[in-house]
């Protein structure tokens, strides 16, 4: 049955039932991943959770920009997907750092390609679902780039960081010993050290860019640093709501530069000439 997106004049033809396939390829997919060590499994189990929250938040962005349940379907199916090749990456290089490994959105739609994920869907279907995936990590979109794709790229974009801001609160209240050892990219834990680069960059409302991340502290400092690139005003909504930039800085050094980049960060959210889309 086809529907016609209400936001972009997109013809969609995917069913609910084609969702559900892949739903249930995902959980068998990334089962074998589970079978090595203690170390290992704990990563991947990081990935498989976060894979699910990013289509639990994904859809409450849907919801909140008022998708249509078609419209809907294809953002849930660009969720699932858009680490896929996460399990490779770290199977291969047992790392989850692009630059030492590969380009995970890459391999995830080198996974959707090997695995024939997306042959029941119109070719249209297929295109957006792939460059949605295929884009989502990058530092910012291309300007080529136009709808109805850079709207699913702009979901996943926050849907993704939204739900890496709670990875990360949850993993720093852990123990050091207790953290899935891949999700902190090999950044040193320096407790007192942070790069003045970073914090001049956040302090201008800019996003850090990752070449310039030198410890722990200053990776924090980086995911806080995407609240300059949220698209959406549910994703800023949602955000707030769930509390988790104060969480994350409650872990930086308790510094005034600090806390005033973090402070404009959080105003920023407030802002509607902030917003991207």
């Not at 013809?11 to 559900?20: A, P, W």
């Not at 199977?91 to 490994?101: I, N």
């Not at 850090?208 to 722990?216: A, C, K, M, P």
């Not at 995407?226 to 994703?235: A, C, P, Q």
Request: proline share 4%.
């Amino acid at each position: 049955m086809q529907a016609i997106s209400t936001i972009t004049g997109t013809i969609f033809n995917m069913e609910q039932k084609q969702l559900d396939s892949l739903i249930a390829w995902f959980d068998r997919y990334v089962e074998p991943y589970l079978d090595t060590d203690e170390e290992g499994a704990g990563n991947i189990r990081l990935k498989i959770v976060h894979t699910r929250k990013v289509r639990e938040v994904m859809a409450l962005l849907c919801t909140g920009e008022s998708l249509s349940p078609e419209e809907s379907r294809i953002a849930a199916t660009v969720a699932l997907l858009h680490d896929a090749g996460r399990f490779p990456q770290y199977h291969r290089w047992r790392t989850f750092r692009d630059g030492d490994s590969d380009n995970h959105a890459r391999l995830a739609v080198d996974v959707i390609r090997e695995e024939k994920l997306l042959c029941g869907l119109d070719q249209q279907e297929q295109l957006l679902i792939e460059e949605a995936v295929r884009f989502h990590n990058l530092l910012c979109v291309p300007k080529r780039i136009q709808s109805p794709t850079r709207l699913y790229i702009n979901l996943i974009r926050d849907a993704d960081k939204i739900d890496i801001w709670r990875v990360f609160g949850e993993l720093l209240a852990l123990p050091p010993d207790e953290r899935a050892s891949a999700a902190t990219l090999g950044f040193a834990d320096l407790p007192d050290e942070v790069s003045e680069e970073c914090i001049r960059t956040i302090a201008g409302g800019c996003v850090i860019q990752l070449d310039s991340v030198r410890t722990l502290n200053d990776f924090k400092l980086l995911q806080v640093s995407w609240v300059y690139d949220l698209n959406f005003r549910s994703s800023r909504r949602l955000l707030l709501e769930r509390g988790h930039i104060p969480a994350l800085a409650s872990y930086l050094p308790d510094r005034e530069d600090i806390r005033l980049a973090i402070a404009r960060a959080l105003d920023s959210l407030a802002d509607e000439n902030q917003l991207k889309s």
